[in-house]
DNA sequence: TTGAAAGCGCTAACAC
DNA sequence: GTGTTAGCGCTTTCAA
C-alpha cells in the first residue's frame, strides 16, 4: 500500500533548503518572516514543503534555538480531578489559561501525582520544557517546590505558600476576609461555633480517613498556611469581641469529596450540641454540609448559620453567606506575572467581598 | 546585593565539565546514568552543579536531541472553563491526565481559544513540542485539524470527528445508547418527545444567543457528529415503533451556560404544548430542565419524563433516567493509546450503560 | 570508567 | 532579498 511521498527519513528545513537549492535561512523566513523573502519565493517554499511532506519548523528545535519554550508549567498539588472538583480551582485554571492563550503559551500540566513517586515527579518537573512555572496551592513542604525552584525560571506561587524566595505571589488576605465574616457571624450573636476546615497538613491525620476534630499539633503547625490564616482570622475576630478562641471547635476534612463538608458538619454537631454557627473555610464544604443539616431536618439559618468561603457560583446561587474571591482574575494574573518575565518578584493581593446571602441569621 | 554565585551565564553541562575537568559524557551520565561513574565521581558532579548553580539538564536541549518532547497535546473546541463545566469533560480530562502521569509525560494544554484568532491558533498547535495529540470531541470541520494533522505526529481523536485518516478514536456508539434510551421512553408510552441537543454547528444559528428550534439545514448536516448520532438514535427508535422521527421536536441549545437546559425546555413547551417527554443529549441539559420544570411547576416524571446523557455524579445523585459513558477511562485510554505510539491508528469503542433513573415514567 | 566526535533541527548575526 | 557561519545544550555512538 503505498503512501504517499513519504520519504524514509522526515523532511526538514535543511532538506527542503536542499531540495529547492536555496539557504536554510531563506527556508526559515519563509515560516517566520515573510516580508524577508518575495511572496513567489515564500510560495514556492510553501508548496514544496507541502509536497515533501514537511510539517514546519520542529518546535524543539527551535525552542533550543531561540531559548523560548513557549510554555507555562502548572503544578498543582492534587491529582487533578481532584483539584479540578472544586469549582474555584477550575475559575483560576480557567484564567490562567485566558492569559496564556491571550500571550500565545500553551500551558502544561506537569505530571505530578499519587500514581508517581516524589523523585519521578521532580524528574517530571526538572524535564518540563517551559518558561516558568505557577504553583498552585502548594503546601509549605510541597516534595516539588524545591525542583521548581532548582529550574532558575520565573516562578508565580498562588495562594500558598507565602514567603518562596525569588518567586511572584498573587492571592487574597484570607485573614482579614474571614475575620470580617466571622464579625459578622459574632455580630449576629453567636458565641458557640465551629469552623470546618480543609486539610491541615500533607501527612493523613492518625484518625483515619473521615473528617475529624482538628489535632492541636497540626493545628500549631499547619503546612497550608490558606487554611492557617482563615483559622487566624476567625481566631482573630473572636478575640476582639472577647470570645475565647480556644473555645472555637475546628474539624479537619482531610479528603474533599462531595460529601466531605456533611460529615464535618457532623462531627462538629456531635463534638458540641449547642453549636449555632459553622463556618467553612470553602464554599464545597459549606455546600454539602447545607445538604446534611437538610437531611437531618435541621433549617438554616433559622436553626444554624452555614458561612462557605470562594464564592462559586452555586454557593451564589443557593444564597450562601460567604467571602467572594476573585479566582478566575487570580489565575488570569499569575498568568500575566509570569508572561511579563520582568524579573522582580511581585506580590499581589486581590481584593475579596463579604457576601451576606441567606444563610446566616441569629441565633435560635 | 550580591546575589550568591551567580555566574552572568547560566552554567551548562559543557561548563560543568570544563569546571570540573572531566567530559559532558560523564556529566551527562551523572544525570542519566547514575550506574556509569563511581558514586564518588557522580557525587562530585551533582555538589558542583549546585555550587554552579547548574539546573541540570536543559529539557529542551534534550528533547531536540532525543526526539521525544515528554508530553501530549490538547486540542480542546471550547474554552478550557466552558469545556471543563461540563463534569464529564472534566472527568475525561482527569483520565487523560492519569495515564500522562502513569507514563511520565506532561500535557500540554494547546493555546486555542476565542481570545486569539485561527492563524494564531494553528500557529500554536504547529508550535507546540509534544509527541502526539489528543483531539477532544472537535466539529467536522474544525480549524485546528488540519494542523494538527501535519504534525505528522500520532493522534487520538476523542468522540468526533469519526473517520479522520491516520488517527486513532476512541469513544461510544451514541447512536445505539441513545436509541436504547429513546426505546425505553418510548415502550413507558410516550409520542410527544422533545429532543434537546448541544450545538450542532460551529457556525451561531441566526435567531440568536438562546436556544431555538433546530433549523433544517443545520439537521441535515451537523458538524458535530456526535449530537447527529444521538439525534439519529432517537430517530431509529421511533421509526423502529411505527412513530415519525419528523415529529420530534428538537431544540438546540448553541451555548451552553448552567440554565441552557431550562431555556431549552421553555423553547421546546412552547413550541409543543403536548409535550410528555424531554430527551437530552447532556445531563448538564437535562439537570437544567429539571430545576426549569420544577420553577415551573411540572412535576417530574409524573407530568414530564427527562433523560440525559453522560451519567455525571449529580445526574445520578438525582436519579436522573440516562446513558452512562465512561468519561475517565476515554481519557485514559486516548492517553494509553497515544504512548503507545505502535503507529497503528485503532479504534475503541467503550461501553455505556441506559440508567433507569427516577426521571421516566409513563406520560400522564 | 571516561573521552572525542558528531550531530539533533533550527535561527540570529552578519555579510553579500 | 539571500546566503554563510556559528552555535543553542544536549546525548550517543564509538573508541580508548
Request: charge should be neutral; hydrophobic fraction near 40%; aromatic fraction near 4%.
Amino acid at each position: 500500500m503505498p503512501r504517499s511521498p513519504t520519504p524514509r527519513r522526515r523532511a526538514t528545513l535543511a532538506s527542503l533548503a536542499a531540495e529547492l537549492k536555496i539557504s536554510r535561512t531563506t527556508v526559515s523566513n519563509a515560516y517566520n518572516r515573510p516580508d524577508q523573502l518575495s511572496a513567489e519565493l515564500r510560495e514556492r517554499v510553501l508548496s514544496t514543503a507541502k509536497r515533501l511532506g514537511y510539517p514546519g519548523p520542529d518546535p524543539v528545535a527551535r525552542s533550543l534555538r531561540t531559548r523560548r519554550a513557549g510554555a507555562v508549567g502548572l503544578l498543582t498539588t492534587e491529582p487533578l480531578n481532584y483539584s479540578f472538583s472544586d469549582p474555584a480551582a477550575l475559575d483560576f485554571v480557567a484564567g490562567l489559561a485566558e492569559s496564556c492563550e491571550a500571550a500565545g503559551q500553551g500551558l502544561l500540566l506537569v505530571a505530578v501525582g499519587p500514581n508517581r513517586s516524589v523523585s519521578e515527579g521532580s524528574a517530571a518537573v526538572l524535564a518540563a520544557g517551559v518558561d516558568g512555572f505557577v504553583v498552585y496551592s502548594a503546601s509549605d513542604d510541597d516534595p516539588y517546590l524545591p525542583s521548581v525552584l532548582q529550574r532558575q525560571l520565573p516562578v508565580v506561587v498562588v495562594d500558598q505558600p507565602k514567603g518562596v524566595a525569588g518567586a511572584s505571589w498573587v492571592g487574597i488576605d484570607d485573614r482579614a476576609a474571614m475575620r470580617a465574616l466571622a464579625e459578622y457571624v459574632i455580630e449576629l450573636g453567636h458565641r458557640e461555633i465551629a469552623l470546618l476546615t480543609m486539610r491541615l497538613d500533607r501527612a493523613r491525620p492518625p484518625g483515619g480517613p473521615g473528617p475529624a476534630l482538628a489535632d492541636t499539633g497540626r493545628l500549631r503547625n499547619p503546612a497550608f498556611g490558606v487554611q492557617a490564616e482563615r483559622i487566624g482570622g476567625v481566631c482573630d475576630a473572636m478575640a476582639a469581641a472577647g470570645l475565647d478562641p480556644g473555645a472555637l471547635t475546628i474539624v479537619e476534612s482531610y479528603d474533599h469529596g462531595p460529601a466531605s463538608g456533611g460529615a464535618a458538619a457532623e462531627v462538629a454537631l456531635r463534638s458540641n450540641a449547642n453549636l449555632t454557627a459553622l463556618m467553612c473555610t470553602a464554599d464545597v464544604l459549606a455546600l454539602s454540609a447545607m445538604d446534611h443539616l437538610r437531611a437531618r431536618g435541621i433549617y438554616v439559618p433559622g436553626q444554624m448559620t452555614v458561612t462557605g468561603f470562594d464564592g462559586v457560583p452555586e454557593a451564589l446561587r443557593r444564597g450562601l453567606t460567604t467571602v467572594v474571591q476573585p479566582s478566575v482574575d487570580k489565575g488570569r494574573r499569575a498568568g500575566e506575572l509570569l508572561h511579563l518575565r520582568s524579573g522582580v518578584p511581585v506580590v499581589e493581593v486581590l481584593t475579596t467581598e463579604v457576601v451576606r446571602g441567606r444563610t446566616a441569621g441569629p441565633p435560635a
